[in-house]
Nanobody, 119 residues
Framework: QVQLVESGGGLVQPGGSLGLSCAAS????????MSWYRRAPGKERELVASISNVGGSTKYADSVKGRFTISRDNAKNTVYLQMDNLKPEDTAMYYC????????????WGQGTQVTVSS
């Protein structure tokens, strides 16, 4: 059974940091590119960051460049998102996504973890 389980969300003050984790199971993790998306209330889902299957390539939304860092540990089947200098506009539900590098229809989502940035 495929599972993506996010953790690490919570409430943080502006300027603070949070680290998200997404533990994967039920599929060959190293064959999948991984991404973090977010959806804020009343807004469309946004791609935050992505990382290639072996971690050699990363991409970021302009809104988080220089503040967020995506990484992965294929030995632990886990992808991470380190979020620094958080802003109120980063408040959203954050979702982990896995896409097979060759078969785009193999596409999985986690249930999400809430991040709230507020004083």
């Amino acid at each position: 059974q495929v599972q993506l389980v996010e953790s690490g969300g919570g409430l943080v003050q502006p300027g603070g940091s949070l680290g998200l984790s997404c533990a994967a199971s039920g599929f060959l993790f190293s064959y999948y590119a991984m991404s973090w998306y977010r959806r804020a209330p009343g807004k469309e889902r946004e791609l935050v960051a992505s990382i290639s299957n072996v971690g050699g390539s990363t991409k970021y939304a302009d809104s988080v460049k220089g503040r967020f860092t995506i990484s992965r540990d294929n030995a632990k089947n886990t992808v991470y998102l380190q979020m620094d200098n958080l802003k109120p506009e980063d408040t959203a539900m954050y979702y982990c996504n896995a896409v097979h590098t060759s078969v785009a229809t193999l596409n999985y989502w986690g249930q999400g973890t809430q991040v709230t940035v507020s004083s």
